[in-house]
């Protein structure tokens, strides 16, 4: 029901009316300082934002809970600065604003996992070859490797491309360069995951911090039984994940083209 037409018209209302809330407080003391001419007070201007916040909050699906503490942070540090002086509050309402955006995570329509290999992020193609596996897996194998880049506006939690087992997960401490780029597969700081499907078959995912992150999340424990499109992790701020697949794997999906986590097919047999 949640994510019926209805509510999806109610909730693209209720960010419209969130933003432009925040928008009449900002404007509202920009007019009082620039011209004399005082519409509200400044206590009407923090409320008025406030209120923006919290409209804005309440449009969306879901937060992750990881972003919570954040959100928490950023309103309060906002509030206490709008009473103070507003043009800093309302820099932090901005901010408080995009961490609520950057930790949504909405439930996603999940294919089965007969139908193929779906994205783990949300996200544009930014690569698709035939290499090996990444150094710290031991195989030899040629494998299928489809890159997905998510900029700071994508939805950042990762789901997982196939149902399985989780046989390894090697974490790599490294830099922090652009995720775009084909050299953070090995120099930026990752996050291995080693899945086993049904079929026996290893499913490698890869998590890379990109320039702006500087932290990868993860969600799951050794021997943990995936679900398809269940969430396994999350990367703050800017990132990239790389799929491995056995190389009798096609892929369905083209280089620049845009992804959604949980949802679009990436590869199939």
């Known amino acids: 029901m949640y994510n019926s037409f209805p509510m999806r018209?109610?909730?693209?209302?209720?960010?419209f009316f969130g933003l432009l809330f925040v928008a009449a407080g900002a404007i509202s003391s920009l007019i009082g300082e620039l011209t004399g001419i005082v519409t509200f007070s400044s206590l009407q201007n923090v409320l008025i934002s406030f209120m923006g916040v919290?409209?804005?909050?309440?449009?969306?699906?879901r937060v992750h809970p990881e972003g919570y503490k954040f959100f928490l942070i950023f309103f309060l540090l906002s509030s206490l600065l709008g009473f103070f002086y507003f043009p800093l509050g309302v820099l932090g309402f901005l901010l408080t604003i995009f961490v609520l955006w950057f930790f949504r995570d909405p439930e996603r329509m999940i294919p089965s996992s007969e139908t193929g290999i779906i994205?783990?992020?949300?996200?544009?193609?930014?690569?698709?070859?035939?290499t090996l596996a990444p150094k710290e897996v031991k195989s030899s194998e040629e494998l299928l490797k489809i890159s997905v880049f998510m900029n700071v506006f994508n939805v950042h939690v990762n789901r997982a491309p196939v149902a399985g087992n989780i046989k390894e997960i090697i974490y790599v401490p490294g830099k922090f360069i652009n995720a775009s780029l084909d050299?953070?597969?090995?120099?930026?700081?990752?996050?291995?995951?080693?899945?086993?499907?049904?079929?026996?078959?290893?499913?490698?995912?890869v998590q890379i911090a990109g320039l702006i992150a500087r932290r990868i999340l993860s969600f799951v424990n050794l021997f943990d039984s995936l679900k398809i499109g269940e969430r396994f992790g999350l990367i703050r701020f800017g990132s990239r994940v790389d799929v491995y697949l056995p190389s009798n794997y096609d892929p369905k999906?083209?280089?620049?083209?845009?992804?959604?986590?949980?949802?679009?097919?990436?590869?199939?047999?």
């Open 9 to 15: 018209i109610l909730r693209k209302l209720l960010m």
């Open 54 to 61: 919290v409209t804005f909050w309440l449009s969306l699906e």
């Open 119 to 130: 994205s783990p992020a949300d996200g544009i193609i930014c690569k698709i070859e035939k």
């Open 183 to 205: 050299k953070a597969s090995e120099h930026n700081e990752r996050n291995i995951l080693v899945l086993e499907n049904n079929k026996n078959e290893e499913i490698i995912v």
């Open 253 to 269: 999906v083209e280089l620049g083209q845009k992804v959604t986590a949980g949802e679009s097919i990436i590869a199939s047999k």
